[in-house]
């Protein structure tokens, strides 16, 4: 069964760090640009971040530059999202997206894991 | 950035209804156009991509149109499993931003 599998949501304090992961089964993740999409409780969708296929191509949203950094290691199948100096307005639900139809210069995202949630507290 | 508006913001339907979603963007994204469906606590799904091409799996009831600024998603006939909320997603470049949806319910 294809599918990716997202954990390392919590609840964690302010200003603190978080590294979530983005686990592969049935396919080869080193196959897709892999994005990270966040949903704050009960809000609509904000993409996070991309990173390429070699992991050389690594895209942020403005609110997240200098604090998120996105990596992969292709040889363990999975790609990680590191959120340092966390603020009340990161607290979603982090999914991973495959993308699976590309402009050529941006892409949509076709397999999407469950979600982990990450709550920042003050 | 470009800015993705959705209207209705909720749409009520009956079972059967014709029923359209109208996204716009705030400047040409040529027909680098996505549309998704989330019901609560899942995780959005890809239903369109390019504007008008029916993603594998989804059902043919859902058909997408435009390009542009202005696009429609329309639903020929209401089913019991379509109650949900449907968000647009630009990917003409970064960064890729969703419409804030639109909430089909029971009429």
């Known amino acids: 069964q294809v599918q990716v599998v997202e954990s390392g949501g919590d609840v964690v304090q302010l200003g603190r760090s978080l590294r979530l992961s983005c686990a592969a089964s049935g396919l080869t993740l080193n196959s897709f640009h892999v994005h990270w999409v966040r949903q704050p409780p009960a809000k609509g969708l904000e993409w996070v971040a991309l990173?390429?296929?070699?992991?050389?191509?690594?895209v942020y949203t403005e609110s997240v530059k200098g604090r998120f950094t996105i990596s992969r290691d292709n040889s363990e199948n999975t790609v990680f999202l590191q959120m340092d100096y966390l603020g009340i307005e990161d607290t979603a639900h982090y999914y991973c997206?495959?993308?699976?139809?590309?402009?050529?210069?941006?892409?949509?995202?076709?397999?999407w894991g469950r979600g982990t949630l990450v709550t920042v507290s003050s | 950035d470009i800015q993705m508006t959705q209207s209705p913001s909720t749409l009520s339907a009956s079972v059967g209804d014709r029923v359209t979603i109208t996204c716009r963007a705030s400047q040409s994204i040529n027909s680098w156009l996505a549309w998704y469906q989330q019901k609560p606590g899942k995780a959005p799904k890809l239903l369109i991509y390019g504007a008008s091409n029916l993603q594998t799996g989804a059902p043919s009831r859902f058909s997408g149109r435009g390009s542009g600024t202005e696009f429609t998603l329309t639903i020929s006939s209401l089913q019991p499993d379509d109650f949900a909320i449907y968000y647009c997603q630009h990917y003409e470049s970064y960064p890729v931003t969703f419409g804030p949806g639109t909430k089909v319910d029971i009429k």
């Open positions: 990173i390429s296929t070699d992991g050389t191509n690594k």
């Open positions: 997206a495959l993308e699976v139809r590309s402009s050529g210069r941006a892409g949509c995202f076709g397999t």
